[in-house]
């Protein structure tokens, strides 16, 4: 279970609602297994249209960060979906990564001599 954090600027939400968000949010750590925390931040100082900003900790030193305006559970359905995508580009690029170092030392010891080489 990651710790999520959610707090308010300029009001309060119910209860309800933080349940709600919390059961999005706790989506994430599907797609990377590191995340170790969450913090939601939401501004209710234009209330038909709050601001919500959500920062996700990974075990690697690595944050993500996403800002959404809007109705508050639409915003947080936009926020979870930038933070998917993050995380995805973020989790593919350490696979590659590691994949393509192993990949540059097979071709190397395993690639033959050939007479052009030698010359």
Known sequence: MVPINISTRHG??????????VEKLEKLPRYYDRIVGMELTIDLEHRDSPQLDLRVSATDKHDFF???????????????????????????????????????R????ALPKTAADEA
């Open 106 to 109: 097979e071709e190397t010891t």
């Open 12 to 21: 309060h939400i119910s209860d309800e609602t933080q349940a709600k968000i």
């Open 66 to 104: 996403a800002a959404e305006t809007g109705e508050l559970l639409a915003a947080i359905d936009l926020l979870v979906e930038k933070l998917e995508s993050q995380v995805r580009k973020h989790k593919e690029k350490l696979l590659d990564r590691h994949r393509s170092t192993t990949h540059r």
